[in-house]
């Protein structure tokens, strides 16, 4: 076995690079953040001062992985995806290329919905100081109710879809001992394209 997993980390097909580790983490790191974040706001569980400094930090955020997203879903389109590791049947395969396709989706639908969502209330968005994106002059209310609906929807869709792409990597590391979570740690900087 620990004779598969060094020849996977060899073949050049089979690993991530340095871009493609550095971006998954960012993105993992505070997708994860923000999600919290916007389920301790649903559920409605601090005082109004905490929830709208949170919120504000919440929609800064937001924006910046808009910007962020739009490069690491275009790197991940253009680059394609390392063949996967190990025998796991097709189904399990379909299953990860669905996941990873929502995932990538959900960097841009979160951030877009949300920002939808304040604009049509006629809501600004602050970022930072640095600048702002200023509400709609004349409110929408159904557009502003289609924003909040499709956040929601889209924050439940990334929630479960994560968890199950965090166990599904976990499971490949300790039951199945392949090398699909090593090669995402490990420090090598070739990349193999589809």
């Not at 800064?60 to 995806?81: E, Q």
């Not at 796991?88 to 949300?114: D, F, K």
């Not at 969502?117 to 289609?146: C, H, K, M, Q």
Request: net charge positive; charged share 15%.
């Amino acid at each position: 076995m620990e004779q598969l997993q060094e020849a996977d980390l060899q073949d050049k097909s089979m690993t991530y690079s340095t871009v493609d580790r550095v971006n998954h983490w960012l993105v993992a790191v505070v997708v994860i953040g923000l999600l919290a974040a916007g389920w301790t706001l649903y559920l409605d569980v601090l005082d109004r001062e905490a929830a709208r400094n949170l919120r504000d930090m919440h929609k800064a955020i937001g924006v910046c992985v808009l910007a962020f997203g739009i490069w690491r879903v275009g790197y991940r389109l253009v680059c394609g995806f390392p063949e996967r590791v190990g025998a796991a049947p097709s189904w399990q395969a379909i299953s990860a290329r669905i996941a990873h396709y929502i995932l990538l989706a959900g960097i841009l639908v979160m951030p877009i919905s949300g920002l939808a969502r304040g604009y049509f209330a006629g809501r600004g968005t602050d970022v930072f100081g640095l600048f702002s994106i200023p509400g709609a002059a004349f409110e929408n209310e159904a557009l502003s109710n289609l924003g909040s609906a499709t956040h929601f929807i889209a924050g439940l869709l990334m929630t479960l879809v994560l968890a199950l792409h965090i166990l599904a990597a976990l499971k490949h590391h300790f039951v199945d001992r392949d090398t699909t979570l090593v090669r995402m740690l490990s420090g090598s900087t070739s990349r193999g394209r589809r």
